[in-house]
């Protein structure tokens, strides 16, 4: 029973900013949320700087560090050595800053080259398992998306992978996405609602540019003090998974993505915008993401095993 001061919220997790493949600014990203009364996740490509940058800019303004008590979900999209991506989220900006600076930044496990574009140099099980470890909310991003969802993973990793997330259940959810085709948002809502699943299903964004539209209602209880709204979200969505009806998921038009990237070319230069199309252009063949630090792959073995248990998923 929802109390009095309970209130529904609109969220959208997953976005991006300047930093990577965005338009806007971290601290643009929220004034936009305010004005719009939504709370937004910034989760930009394999690094969390634009986090940084508004944990920076909060030691000095206290408007900053309302806007993220209000309006932020931290969080960051990795792509594992697979080349399948998922959504890893902190309770606050601070929990998210120390589990990216232990697991991916001091094992120096970015590419070299192309930090942003490329995967890092972890597996997907192991992404899990560390996000377990460090009490990370999970969201899995485009499921039936080729090459970047983790329902295209060969299938003994998808087994495997499939039973470290069933075991941390209730901090996975599974996302609608509105770059996708619909067979792919519906090989997503197959997944989430197996019945060995049974996982919440979310509608988010993928905001690369300004608001679209597409966004979830959650009921959140009234926010206490010096607490961030990101440390109640994703309980209250396993506490009640979002109805159909509190899911809003607007396709993004053709003109509208050809925009984003005319933005893209004009404010993060040739280079950004040719690591993006390069990645869309993948994305949409199927084709591998390259390997520039493809010397350490003898090093992945040695990694899965150490300190793990029932690798074989059982």
Request: with cysteine.
């Amino acid at each position: 029973m929802i109390r009095e001061a309970d209130k529904q919220y609109r969220i959208d997790p997953h976005g991006h900013t300047e930093y990577t493949d965005g338009v806007l600014s971290p601290l643009e990203v929220l004034q936009e949320a305010e004005q719009e009364e939504i709370i937004v996740g910034i989760s930009d490509h394999n690094i969390i700087e634009a986090i940084r940058a508004l944990m920076g800019q909060a030691q000095h303004d206290s408007s900053v560090t309302e806007l993220m008590r209000h309006h932020l979900i931290p969080g960051v999209e990795i792509q594992a050595r697979e080349g399948a991506e998922l959504l890893v989220y902190g309770s606050t900006p601070a929990h998210l800053d120390e589990f990216y600076r232990r697991e991916i930044e001091e094992p120096n496990l970015l590419d070299e080259e192309e930090p942003i574009y490329e995967p890092v140099d972890m597996s997907i099980i192991d992404l899990v398992r560390q996000c377990r470890r460090w009490e990370m909310e999970i969201v899995v991003p485009h499921y039936g998306a080729r090459h970047y969802g983790i329902g295209s993973l060969p299938h003994d990793v998808r087994r495997r992978l499939n039973h470290e997330l069933r075991s941390y259940r209730n901090h996975v959810c599974v996302e609608r996405n509105p770059y996708v085709s619909r067979f792919a948002n519906l090989k997503a809502i197959t997944y989430a609602l197996s019945r060995r699943n049974r996982l919440p299903i979310i509608a988010s964004s993928d905001n690369h540019n300004r608001r679209h539209g597409s966004y979830t209602e959650v009921t959140l209880p009234p926010l206490g003090r010096d607490q961030f709204r990101s440390e109640q979200i994703f309980s209250a969505i396993h506490r009640q998974h979002p109805a159909w009806d509190k899911q809003h998921l607007e396709r993004v038009p053709l003109l509208k993505a050809i925009r984003n990237t005319i933005a893209l070319l004009s404010q993060g230069g040739w280079r950004n915008a040719r690591s993006m199309l390069l990645r869309e252009v993948r994305h949409q063949f199927g084709i591998p993401p390259s390997r520039n630090s493809s010397p350490q792959e003898p090093q992945p073995e040695k990694r899965e095993r150490v300190g793990v248990a029932g690798e074989d998923g059982s």
